[in-house]
């Protein structure tokens, strides 16, 4: 797997690096808290798969601009918003292995900083000169603030369908990189049906990059993971592999699991006898093959582009979301 | 001064049944809850003023179009979602005399359903079809979260000057006045001279605004107030009252106040020893007379219009700025 990494980042590595310099040359803000605050989650080693996306898709579709590469900052500002404010939400300690930021400078820093990358964001939009992608965009924060708003409703709830679930994933995670491909095709002036290629590859990946996101809280260890083992679980956050469990469950099994989801504070053996649990249920081999599902469909979508290096990229991108364990 | 506020609201009382339809309609939201949130702060007593003084400003230009009623919802989201995310920052219990969002449904549902409001003012902004409306409004909300930002980094801070208050009034405040009565203009495309007269009015209503609103803070009770007693100074929020007062101060009457401001937990009579400080050291009549002037120059900027209906409630409002007491 890491070999797969290794192999997209030799290829990406310029892209990459001119991602880094457009997210700090971008960030343009008044107070050095704010440069302190967003770098500080921003640096603490993303992927950086929403602007690498967003760059692919418009040399797919052979952008010949020179506003990709700041543009693309917009969709890591968008990642990095929700995720302070998603973190107050949470109240989660660790992400990516590091304090997060509320936690370090308080809940209201977390806040204002995340509404200044929000703004940010919006402002470079305009760059663009296009209304429909401003569109585009102002309906992806409104599909993530509400996927956020109906994950906190359903936080702690027992009776999670599978079909709520998917409907939480597409819009707090799926539709940003739905948005950032669908993007890349709007900023190039590509065919419709390019644009709906990409958009579908993106709403494929971003679904399948949430299911793995959501496996990997019950099969890595906190070192790899960056943060609390049994996070999800602890903040009553029901995903795919123990919603599809619990219902297949015997009913002893299942009264097992649901006495270990309801105390919090479970300690580490009876985390440990959950992920038996859903071992046993098939709730990780099941979310496995539905992530498996989406990453086809993702590649599927991508054979109206004739074959070159940035499909190679992407292929291997979707292979890596997959695959990855961290 | 009640008389003043009758006679403003019998010339506009159709306008804000048109805001108040519209903030309804134009919410749109996918859950119930988002609602109910909104609306509890939308709907407890606030005075429309940012989406008034926009419809105003469309009318003082000849606006002719069909989108103002719906537009004018962009400056009340703005503002909640404003509050919403301050009321975090504050750690505030009332707001407007009522319990503040966060304190009923928590932290994590007032930052999402700010964050919602923000997303629905950018959808709707896209509406009018202007890339550069869009660029005001991105900037105004720019420039609101580091007027935040600015603030929350002075909290507490006794050497905060006049000079640096005036600069976080006007970006969290202040702004958005500006913005609402310019883009007014812009969609009515008025001329540049028009446009301009508007964005100065804005700006010293917004700033004289606040400055009358730092001053309530010492000069009504809880129940007028709708907050608490003192309630800026226990949040560590020194405003242009206590920065002038503590600026002109005898070094021993200084000294007093400085140990009342440090102590969070004064006593009612403490707080009334500092207010009698704030009229011996002049802060409560500098403030007052600062305030005027903006009125001033704000009233003077109409001076472009010539006389009609909307100029006239323009500055009845302006007047009823400087008078409110609540």
Redesign the interface.
């Known amino acids: 797997m890491s070999n797969q990494k290794n192999k997209i980042f030799a290829i990406v590595k310029d892209d990459l690096a001119d991602i880094e310099t457009a997210l700090s040359q971008s960030l343009n803000?008044?107070?050095e808290?704010?440069s302190q605050v967003a770098s500080h989650i921003m640096l603490s080693g993303g992927k950086r798969l929403r602007p690498l996306l967003f760059l692919l898709s418009t040399r797919i579709c052979g952008y010949k601009g020179n506003i990709a590469i700041k543009f693309s900052s917009i969709f890591e500002y968008l990642h990095t918003a929700s995720l302070l404010?998603d973190d107050?939400?949470d109240d989660a300690v660790l992400r990516r292995g590091q304090r997060v930021a509320n936690a370090i400078w308080g809940?209201?820093?977390a806040?204002?900083?995340?509404?200044?990358l929000?703004?940010?964001a919006?402002?470079i939009?305009?760059d663009a000169?296009s209304?429909e992608i401003?569109?585009v965009?102002?309906?992806i924060?409104?599909e993530?603030?509400?996927g956020?708003?109906?994950q906190?409703?359903k936080k702690g709830s027992l009776d999670i369908t599978e079909t709520e679930y998917l409907e939480v994933i597409r819009r707090k995670t799926a539709v940003l990189f739905q948005g950032a491909c669908r993007i890349g095709a709007l900023i190039s002036n590509a065919s419709e049906e390019k644009e709906a290629a990409l958009s579908t590859c993106g709403l494929h990946l971003g679904i399948a990059f949430q299911m793995v996101d959501d496996l990997i809280d019950y099969t890595s260890d906190t070192r790899t993971l960056g943060k609390e083992i049994g996070a999800d679980l602890k903040e009553g956050k029901l995903t795919l592999p123990v919603i599809h469990s619990l219902k297949t469950a015997e009913s002893s099994d299942r009264f097992l699991m649901e006495k270990i989801i309801k105390n919090k504070d479970f300690a580490a053996h009876e985390f440990e006898t959950l992920v038996e649990m859903l071992r046993k249920y098939g709730g990780i081999a099941y979310t496995k093959k539905q992530a498996a599902a989406h990453i086809e469909k993702a590649k599927q979508a991508l054979a109206v582009f004739s074959p070159s290096e940035s499909r190679e990229v992407f292929l291997l991108i979707a292979d890596y979301i997959l695959e990855r364990n961290a």
Chains 1, 2 share one sequence.
């Open positions: 803000p008044y107070f808290l704010v404010h107050i939400v809940n209201p820093i806040v204002l900083v995340g509404d200044f929000l703004a940010r919006s402002a939009s305009v000169g209304l401003i569109k965009l102002s309906e924060t409104e993530m603030s509400q956020e708003i109906h906190l409703i």
